[in-house]
């Protein structure tokens, strides 16, 4: 049994939701972001977050599957200020939905001072708003440095760090996030970044307190049965399955029940 905090299931076919459900995936969380193409108006994120909150949850369900999300714009798409505080200005009417969990999956693509900009437009508007937080940190080179940028701005911000999931962490960015007292995920894709077999050699070496695997797949080479691979990894490596049920399932269902709106119950 498992649950995926983090797979972008507009993109992905029922059948995938088929296959996750055979591996035992009982809940998942999908945070909106960049969907393959730019959007070109508010108009499309508002029908966005109407799949989100209303189509796929009926999709998942059909498996058995309960599915949440977090809303925003995504940093790829933030670059227009216009654009992106207009999207921001119809998320509140979203926010109350059941399954939303939050705002995310928001923070640095390519650390520009727009995606900045952005990024701290919507802390503020999940404080106002009491929201919890999942974070997009940059991928390859702009990791490290995007990491710090984004840990600044939610200290500044006077954020909780046990309500906040900062995702995508990998070797060089794991310790710091941990350190911090924020949740950390480790997104797991076939070969480039994080593979189960790095997210395995990570667990080893710094614990399996506050952290997480996820499968992120998405409209791009991914794959939605990440999350039982790293668990068939873990198994083959001689972990116990108290351990490898704490990684795949206790932590997340741990740090998303402070939402009140999760669950692992399909409706
Ligand atoms: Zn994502």
């Not at 926010?95 to 928001?106: D, M, S």
Request: with cysteine; aromatic share 8%; charged share 25%.
């Amino acid at each position: 049994m498992y649950i995926d905090p983090h797979v972008h299931m507009v993109s992905r076919t029922t059948d995938d939701y088929e296959r996750m459900a055979l591996a035992g995936c009982v809940a998942i969380t999908e945070p909106a972001f960049w969907a393959g193409y730019d959007r070109s108006s508010a108009a499309g994120f508002f029908d966005y977050f109407r799949t989100l909150t209303e189509y796929e949850p009926r999709r998942a369900a059909q498996y058995g599957i309960a599915h949440h999300t977090w809303l925003c714009i995504n940093p790829k798409e933030a670059e227009d200020l216009g654009l992106a505080r207009e999207v921001m200005s119809i998320i509140p009417e979203f926010l109350e939905r059941p399954g939303v969990l939050g705002i995310g999956e928001i923070g640095l693509n390519k650390n520009s001072r727009n995606e900045l900009r952005i990024f701290e437009e919507h802390l503020e508007l999940a404080g106002r708003h009491d929201q919890m937080i999942l974070i997009h940190t940059p991928h390859l080179e702009d990791k490290l440095k995007g990491t710090r940028l984004i840990l600044d701005a939610l200290d500044d911000a006077g954020v909780d760090p046990g309500r906040v999931l900062v995702d995508h962490v990998e070797e060089h960015t794991v310790e710091l996030v941990l350190d911090r007292g924020y949740w950390a995920g480790m997104t797991l894709y076939p070969e480039t970044k994080c593979t189960p077999q790095r997210a395995a050699d990570i667990f080893e070496v710094y614990g399996q307190e506050r952290i997480w695997i996820n499968s992120a797949g998405d409209w791009g080479p991914s794959d939605p049965l990440a999350v039982p691979k790293c668990q068939q990894e873990l198994r083959s490596r001689g972990h116990l399955e108290e351990m490898i049920r704490k990684v795949s399932f206790e932590n997340p269902l741990k740090f998303l029940s402070q939402s009140g709106k999760f669950s692992t119950n399909s409706p």
